[in-house]
Nanobody, 122 residues
Framework: QVQLVESGGGLVQAGGSLRLSCAAS????????IGWFRQAQGKEREFVAV????????VYTASAKGRFTISRDNTKNSAFLQMNSLKLEDTARYYC???????????????WGPGTHVSVSS
């Protein structure tokens, strides 16, 4: 059974930065594709970024390009989302998930963490 735990969320002013972490236990982390999603209050879960098992393939949603960076460290069973130039509209609960292939669709992901909340203030 794979377990994921996100951390690093918090309250930040617009223009600031946060680094989210996703720690995995169980399974073989280096074989998993890792995706980051977010869900704002009253909205559906939306794709943010995804990284392949090797780290060689990365996809971002348009709003994340140039501001967010997804990465992973397979030696530490962890993935990261560096978020810079944060905007009010980035406020949401952020989740990491595991899938077997590069995908932007939440239903393709098998395991999810409980999420970490990011709140951006003006």
């Amino acid at each position: 059974q794979v377990q994921l735990v996100e951390s690093g969320g918090g309250l930040v002013q617009a223009g600031g930065s946060l680094r989210l972490s996703c720690a995995a236990s169980g399974g073989t982390f280096s074989r998993y594709v890792i995706g980051w999603f977010r869900q704002a209050q009253g909205k559906e879960r939306e794709f943010v970024a995804v990284i392949s098992a090797s780290g060689g393939d990365i996809v971002y949603t348009a709003s994340a390009k140039g501001r967010f960076t997804i990465s992973r460290d397979n030696t530490k069973n962890s993935a990261f989302l560096q978020m810079n130039s944060l905007k009010l509209e980035d406020t949401a609960r952020y989740y990491c998930g595991i899938t077997s292939r590069i995908s932007t669709a939440p239903f393709d992901y098998t395991y999810w963490g409980p999420g970490t909340h990011v709140s951006v203030s003006s």
